[in-house]
């Protein structure tokens, strides 16, 4: 078999974890497979960049800050690429440039547009191990591009598919997908199989547990994921194809987002065109809007109330300023505080029901819910960002996710 694996941050994040890393990789060539390896800078290291950043300037170029953040994922390369020289492995460090990584020009959000990879196919056909930083690849000018957080994912499905892998195993510090993420929920259960379509909703609503990039790749060339631990080699999670024979419960898993703030623009004389003459502005400043909400005020007027990260909520407040006057709006307002949290089941399709049993288990729990949107697969809801972790906890029991005591 042909092999991509690729190491997270708290399996490369010491030089104890590098050694096992080293001896997983050891393992599989062992047993006769092909290995390239994709890591992540060491936990804590791209924080730690960024920090130093944000103290040298409140408003770094992008293109130095991609140089900067880059730099975490060679010194985990080139440490792994030692360990496994010392152990009479031929493996070579590689930076995305390197390696042939090639992107647009977006930086810190860089989408790759191909992989350069007939060099690392006739390395990995040599039993050679080519290591490539994660992350990161080089623009058309060459210069060097990042990938938005957790992007060495993608790094790992893109070379996986330009090399022709067999499989691309992910390696982090949890031993599968889980019904929710079992830091908030201990009861959640280990899934054997999900499906990409399902794998890209709960990735896309916030479970951080793989890039939604790497999804949406993966799902584009049918390229299947083997999400495990590397601390725990157990069988882990398949990320694949949907299995039509299997009977599905009406909901899968339970995610929550709590990178999101909410803007209300209040009052606004409802004419064709509003909506653009609101968002228009947001998208020309490059801010994704996710939720929206419009409901009728006074007569002829509208009120709309729409979701975008966090991190975007100042810039949009600023443009709310400047355009609420001129749109003859009354008013706007804002709350950086909310969250969301999404059901997520291909038997949604199904099964009747789900929005109601939905509700009532967060009615039951007090938790108020302020917007709500729909798609044939997922119900979100944005609430208080303090309730999250009831919410996330009263859905999980209520479409009996929460593994049985002594299971699993
Ligand atoms: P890495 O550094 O290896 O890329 P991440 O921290 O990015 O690791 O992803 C692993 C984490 O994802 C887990 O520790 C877990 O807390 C979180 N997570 C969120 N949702 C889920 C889920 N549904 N199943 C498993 N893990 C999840
Ligand atoms: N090191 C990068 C990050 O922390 C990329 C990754 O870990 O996938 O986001
Ligand atoms: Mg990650």
Known sequence: MRIVQKYGGTSVGSLERIRKTADIICGELERGHQVAVVVSAMSGETNRLLSLAAEVSDNPARRELDALVATGEQVSAALLAMELQKRGVAAYSFT?????????????????TGVQSDHLIERMQRFEVPVVTGFQGTDEAGNITTLGRGGSDTSAVALAIAVEA????????VDGIYTTDPRIESKASKMDHI?????LEFASLGAKV????????????DMPIHLRSSFDLVQGTMVSKEDDTMERAAISGVAYNRDEAKITIMEIPDHPGIASNVFGPVAA?????????????????????????????APTMKIMADLCKGLGASGY???????KVSVIGVGMRSHAGVAQKMFQALAAEGVNIQMITTSEIKITV????????LAVRALHAAFELDRAAGEG
């Open 382 to 389: 944005v609430i208080e960002e303090k309730y999250v972790e």
């Open 195 to 199: 499906s990409y379509e399902e794998m």
């Open 333 to 339: 307002k804002g709350d950086n505080t909310v969250a």
């Open 285 to 313: 400043a490059g801010i994704n809007v996710d939720v929206i909400v419009q409901n009728v005020s006074e007569e002829g007027h509208t009120d709309i109330t729409f979701t975008v990260p966090r991190s975007d909520y």
């Open 96 to 112: 995305g440039a390197q390696a042939g990584v090639k992107t647009d020009s977006s930086y810190a959000r860089a989408r790759i």
């Open 166 to 173: 067999d499989v691309c195993d992910i390696y982090t510090d």
């Open 210 to 221: 793989l890039q939604t990039r790497s999804v949406e790749l993966a799902m584009r060339y």
